[in-house]
């Protein structure tokens, strides 16, 4: 198999349109790896806060804290209750 061309990508805004967005990531790899790219998700941010992966050329957020973020927005919650990282992943977090 080729080697995936990795896109690293920002999501500005995770309301409606960025949570479906983010799901449709997850939920798609396989496809995506069928057209030979990878999403890499290093950062995420919202009205207050920017969530960055610890290192965005080697590092990015797994899909479990993708789905988390997800969660977290669909109940109305900050990005900054993620301070301190997720399941081992690193976080650094802008206000």
């Known amino acids: 198999m080729a080697t995936l061309k990795k896109i690293p990508s920002v999501l500005m805004g995770c309301g409606g ?4 967005l983010l799901q449709h ?22 009205s207050k806060s920017l969530v960055v992966a610890s290192d965005v050329f080697t590092k990015e957020f797994n899909d479990n804290l993708l789905s988390e973020i997800c969660r ?24």
């Open 72 to 95: 977290l927005k669909a109940g109305h919650s900050s990005l900054s209750t993620l301070i301190g990282g997720f399941g081992g992943n690193p976080l650094i977090l802008y206000c």
């Open 25 to 46: 990531i997850v939920s798609c790899r396989s496809l995506h790896a069928n057209l030979g790219v990878h999403l890499r998700v290093v950062g995420v941010s919202d």
């Open 17 to 20: 349109v960025g949570r479906q």
